[in-house]
């Protein structure tokens, strides 16, 4: 820091009202603080995967300093505490570790502090998660689960609104319709004894805590490391408080409130409907990792040597549709399921590479099971582990959630704590945990005719059926099981999937439209949010699906690969019929 900063932050402190108004600082502190200018201490006790916080902060240009005993919290000047897993767990690694003293005590001092997700929860006085425990106590209330009588589908996850309470330096960059990304179960809520602290809240069904802020301390809901350019701003808010981008964003931000602009409403209010753009991945002929992309999961050409088709390379698309616009960015390894993920060093490769140039967050699916190899087991946690750590946010498990859906029918819908659903929502949370369901339609003349729940098929089958089920498939497609798509979506929510990814075979590269009839059928029968896939060939198709069904996002590959349709279209299009959507700044 030069001291023509040091002195401005001076100047600002004293005229400022915004919550980072910096105490004075001594002459003392200014050289410290130019030794440290570019370093921030991470509080990461190794409960799960902050790689992403990681590639943020290095992105800002800074560096990392990891606390590993309790006098590296003491000793920081900048701590960024990105909770991860379940508030009890959290708790427990703190205690055990001796972190909690000397982290109150870091916040109470008025040195800088960033707390991310569950990093903000941690600092109330409790939560009703884990059985309920007690917090750090800093800030008044209780966080407690989403209240699932509403209807709306819980975990909260996507991108919504800020209703910002008080102007600030970190909020400063976020107009009142701009979007930020959640994913969460459990929420704080704004009261009385807490209105010293809280400076924003969003909006799901109840305004809830989105930010605090007191003195230096802030802390957020929302992942800033996977908001996109908007959440790299925010961190740049916490971390360069003094910089001239941030203070000429914070004049505009008060000038925003001063001329009293009114909270949008309607659709530029509260959780967007995501588009996600999807990566089919696996090797070509030539062992090179590609892109490819099928007509009903058939990725070879269609002439000639039926080679498979090449799209393009997994981590410059990611790049291209995080540039573009996307709410998330999904990676299939289509033949996941015949290899040994744990030697898949491409695969983890492409997640580590596009973890550092993608800040949405990134789903991987393909092989998440157990498995053995030369004579070892390895659970389904030490293979999402590893993908965890090289950068996925979520995995995305298929066929290994049908064979435990028979099981869990067979054993009379009870759950027996083994499966790789079970496994790793309890260490991740259940928002990390996708189910990929690829269902094909099964056509019969009458219901009565399958045991199966059927509907109205849209277009009569091959033999003039008027009726039809979806029947679950493993293996890519492969092998059709005795268990439909609405039985599965139900089994893998009670075993603790957080999200479903809803293919459709039939569809899939065809360019008409999701199957509605599908999408809706499966919405309704969870709570969890339903990803609409296969079959988009233009804008409509996507304010079609969200208009007609509880989708909470859908996802497309084949025309986004193919550049026919551009995310910025169908957001457009969204927008224009009243569908919220978020359009990236
Ligand atoms: O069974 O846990 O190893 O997971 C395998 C994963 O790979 C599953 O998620 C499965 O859906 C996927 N997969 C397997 N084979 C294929 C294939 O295409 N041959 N891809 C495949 C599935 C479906 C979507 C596709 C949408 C949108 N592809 O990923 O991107 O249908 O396409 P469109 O917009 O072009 O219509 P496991």
């Not at 289509?334 to 491409?346: H, V």
Request: aromatic fraction near 8%.
């Amino acid at each position: 820091m030069k001291r023509s900063q040091c002195l401005s932050q001076t100047a600002r402190s004293s005229s400022s009202s915004s919550c980072l108004a910096p105490s004075k600082p001594s002459r003392q502190r200014c050289v410290s603080a130019r030794a440290a200018a570019k370093e921030v201490t991470l509080l990461d006790y190794g409960a799960g995967n902050v790689r992403s916080v990681r590639n943020a902060i290095k992105k800002l240009g800074y560096s990392i300093k990891d606390v590993s005993k309790p006098s590296d919290i003491t000793a920081a000047d900048k701590l960024i505490f990105p909770g991860v897993g379940a508030f009890g767990q959290a708790m427990d690694v703190l205690q055990q570790k001796d972190y909690v003293q000397p982290l109150v005590d870091y916040i109470q001092s008025g040195k800088p502090f960033f707390g991310i997700c569950l990093g903000m929860q941690l600092l109330f006085e409790g939560s009703t998660e884990s059985g309920g425990r007690e917090g750090l106590g800093l800030i008044a209330g209780t966080v407690d689960h989403f209240d699932t009588s509403r209807g709306l589908p819980v975990p909260h996850i996507g991108w919504n609104t800020l209703d910002q309470l008080r102007a600030s330096d970190l909020l400063a960059s976020a107009a009142p319709s701009d979007r930020v990304y959640y994913v969460h179960s459990y929420r704080a809520m704004p009261q009385e004894a807490n209105v010293d602290w809280v400076l924003a809240t969003s909006y799901y069904g109840e305004d809830f805590v989105a930010a605090v802020c007191k003195g230096n301390a802030m802390a957020t809901q929302f992942h800033p490391e996977k908001s996109g350019t908007l959440g790299l701003n925010i961190l740049r808010g916490f971390l360069e408080p003094e910089s001239a981008e941030a203070r000429a964003a914070a004049a505009e931000a008060n000038a925003r409130q001063l001329a009293g602009l009114a909270a949008p409403e309607g659709p530029d209010r509260g959780l967007a409907k995501r588009v996600i753009a999807c990566l089919d991945v696996r090797s070509n002929d030539n062992g090179d990792l590609v892109v490819t992309k099928g007509d009903q999961y058939d990725v070879r050409e269609k002439e000639g040597e039926r080679d498979v088709r090449n799209l393009g390379k997994p981590v410059e698309l990611a790049a291209r549709y995080f540039d573009e616009g996307a709410d998330e960015v999904a990676f299939l390894n289509i033949t996941g399921f015949r290899d040994c993920p744990l030697e898949d060093l491409p695969m983890l490769g492409v997640l580590q590479a596009a973890s550092e140039r993608v800040f949405v967050p990134l789903t991987v699916g393909g092989g998440i099971r157990g498995f053995s190899a030369a004579g070892k087991d390895y659970p389904a946690l030490t293979v999402a582990a590893e993908y965890f750590r090289s950068g996925a946010d979520k995995v995305s498990i298929g066929s290994d959630a049908v064979l435990a859906a028979e099981d869990y029918y067979a054993a009379g819908c009870k759950t027996n704590g083994s499966t790789a659903i079970e496994q790793i929502s309890e260490v991740y949370g259940k928002q990390a945990v996708v189910v990929s369901i690829d269902p094909r339609r099964v056509y019969v003349k009458d219901p009565s005719e399958t045991k199966h729940t059927c509907v109205k098929a849209s277009e009569p089958g091959p033999e003039g059926e008027a009726w039809c089920w979806w029947q679950c498939t493993v293996k890519g497609g492969r092998e059709g099981r005795d268990i439909d798509a609405i039985q599965l979506a139900k089994a893998v929510e009670a075993m603790g999937a957080g999200e479903i990814m809803l293919n459709c075979i039939d569809n899939d590269g065809k360019g008409q439209g999701f199957d509605l009839a599908l999408v809706d059928a499966v919405s309704k029968a969870v709570t969890i949010p339903v990803i609409a896939s296969s079959g988009a060939g233009a804008p409509k198709h996507f304010t079609e699906v969200f208009q007609s069904t509880g989708a909470a996002a859908a996802l497309a590959a084949g025309i986004f690969h193919r550049r026919e349709v551009g995310i910025i279209e169908v957001k457009q299009h969204m927008a224009g019929n009243r569908v919220p959507a978020r359009i990236a700044a």
